[in-house]
């Protein structure tokens, strides 16, 4: 009897395995599970693309990691997690771990985000220059403009100082807190400062903020003269982006370093997709490409 006993544990065992193997979803294109490690100032436009995605493809998990550039580089080029969401492209030093694996990099631009600049709502003066940005980085500014990041270590304190061509930031005129909700609130509740957030978060339906977007304005930002925009003050707006008159543009990456052919790829040919970009229209965002409208005529006599 225990013999028996033994007998149908141990095939019970192995009918429940076989079944698990069967019920698992096999990775392709369009199912399967990947992991992405997303900067965190692009984590809604993800979570819109994942809805749609998921909803297209039941069988798919896109599971994301959320943090500042600083946090989220070290697991990606030690291997860890093989696609990213990145506001530049990898730097050669970045691409060598790749490189010696004989791992391909593939890198696709699929939103363009602008960087807005915005003050307390009670002031008269809504209007910026990017040399007086750009002064106020390098410590030199005469007046008494002051700067509000998220953080440190974000890629938007990273790009006003690669675009400043500053190593590092000035001893008085720029400050860092610790999230973009927390530059919305500041701005909300201080008149001397300019905040500095991603458009892509200002259109976040986030609860957190909803309260005080009523307290802060959108500056206008003029270009240096000669340049794209240096004719006039433009808002970061939808077709300000587009058109890239608005001076403060970036661009949104995907990178997939995934050595494989699976679910990552099949997620980054999505967001470049007429689909994807769709989403990205609608978000507020520029796309990488426009999406062309078809329009079937009917004879109606």
């Known amino acids: 009897m225990r013999n ?7 095939l019970a065992f ?9 019920d698992a979803v096999q990775e392709t294109r369009t199912s399967g599970t990947t992991e992405i490690l997303v900067d965190e100032s692009f ?7 994942i809805m749609v995605f998921k909803s297209d493809y ?3 998990t896109v599971k994301t990691t959320l943090g500042n550039e600083n946090k989220i580089m070290p697991p990606f080029l030690n291997g860890e997690v093989g696609m990213l969401i990145l506001s530049r492209m990898l730097k050669p030093e970045e691409e060598e771990y790749f490189k010696k694996r004989k791992i391909g990099i593939y890198t696709d631009r699929f939103a363009i985000d602008g960087i807005a600049l915005i003050t307390n709502a009670a002031n008269v003066d809504t209007n910026i220059t990017v040399t007086e940005v750009f002064d106020i980085m390098k410590g030199t500014t005469k007046g008494d403009k002051k700067l509000v990041f998220d953080n440190a270590y974000s ?11 500053v190593k590092g930031l000035p001893k008085s005129g720029v400050y860092t807190l610790k999230t973009n909700n927390d530059v919305i ?9 300019i905040g500095v957030v991603g458009v892509n978060w200002l259109l976040e339906n986030n609860v957190d903020i909803l309260p005080y977007l009523s307290k802060v304005k959108v500056m206008g930002v003029k270009n240096v003269e000669g340049k794209k925009g240096g004719d006039a003050f ?3 707006t939808q077709n300000n982006l587009i058109n890239a008159t608005y001076p403060f543009l970036r661009n949104i990456y995907v990178i997939n370093c995934e050595g494989r052919d699976g679910l990552g790829t099949g997620f980054a040919n999505w967001l470049t997709s007429p689909r994807g970009q769709l989403i990205v229209l609608r978000s507020g965002l520029g796309p990488h490409k426009m999406v062309s409208r078809e329009f ?3 004879n109606t006599n």
Do not use: G, M
């Not at 028996?4 to 141990?10: G, K, Q, T, W």
């Open 58 to 60: 039941p069988d798919a």
């Open 185 to 193: 609130k500041y701005i909300a509740e201080h008149k001397d400062y």
């Open 234 to 236: 433009y808002k970061p």
């Open 14 to 22: 192995v009918a429940c395995n076989r079944k698990a193997k069967k």
């Open 4 to 10: 028996l006993s033994l007998v149908l544990i141990c």
């Open 296 to 298: 079937n005529l009917k």
């Open 43 to 49: 984590a809604r436009i993800l979570d819109d693309q």
């Open 155 to 165: 890629s938007t304190v990273r790009y006003f100082t690669d675009s400043a061509k």
